[in-house]
């Protein structure tokens, strides 16, 4: 079993940046895919980063390229998610999520086992 708690959401005016933190418990040592996903509201659940937990291997989707980056801390068990210059259509909640493997498969939601709760990320004036 894998518990993973994220945190570092909130409301955040245009053109700020955020630190998401989703820290990890339990036998992680398993799984080496770590994901973030979000869904903005209306819309379904979409792939934002994942990374190899062992060599730190990382895939980011093509909206993410520049303004996001997914990073981990292996001494805290913590995977990390920094949005630069947010966007309104950022707004969304955003997951983290645990898999056995990292792979070409990793940005598809199929690949994970466990998830987190989700933070809210609001992006407003």
């Known amino acids: 079993q894998v518990q993973l708690v994220e945190s570092g959401g909130g409301l955040v005016e245009p053109g700020g940046s955020l630190t998401l933190s989703c820290e990890s418990s339990g036998r992680t040592t398993d799984y080496d895919g770590a994901g973030w996903f979000r869904r903005p509201p209306g819309k379904e659940r979409e792939f934002v980063a994942a990374m190899s937990w062992s060599d730190g291997r990382t895939t980011v989707e093509d909206f993410a390229v520049g303004r996001f980056t997914i990073s981990r801390d292996i001494a805290k068990n913590t995977l990390f998610l920094r949005i630069d210059s947010l966007k309104s259509e950022d707004t969304a909640v955003y997951y983290c999520?645990?898999?056995?493997?990292?792979?070409?498969?990793?940005?598809?939601?199929?690949?994970?086992?466990?998830w987190g709760q989700g933070t809210q990320v609001t992006v407003s004036s």
């Open positions: 999520a645990r898999g056995k493997y990292y792979s070409t498969y990793s940005s598809n939601g199929g690949a994970y086992d466990y």
